[in-house]
């Protein structure tokens, strides 16, 4: 391990490039572990970024797992926004998706899902009446209509 007089640190590397470098020729894994005396505690392994303080800032995303749910997460503001089971399934605005792509909001009303590609987009709102989407098309395809 290497420390410089600069504060950055090394593991496994000599000139660490930034505040923290962790390098090694065979072994690019890190381990975050919680809950090490295995008594099942909610015990989250979660990267936090936090601005304005290293100690009592304000975390503005992480990354993780989040024990309570057992769920992996990623999170903006302190909140979970999105979440993959273990059943695979991915959740946005919801940590607890019932099925494989679940998008949920309690405060928005309006176009929730768009698919683009390169000639057309198709925005879906759902509504209590149905589901209504709203699509473009290419205009190649208008011909001898």
Known sequence: MTVLGNGKVGIGVTAPESLLTVGSITEG??????DTDNNSADSDAIIRFVIDSATAGTIKS??????????????YNGANQI?????GRLGIGTTAPAILLHAASTSFDGTIFRLQDS????DFNPESGGLTPSCSSDARLKTNI
């Open 29 to 34: 894994t890190i381990t975050i572990a919680s």
């Open 62 to 75: 992480f990354v993780g797992y989040d024990q309570g749910i057992d769920k992996a997460v990623l999170g």
């Open 83 to 87: 979440v993959v089971g273990s059943s």
């Open 119 to 122: 000639d057309g987009t198709c």
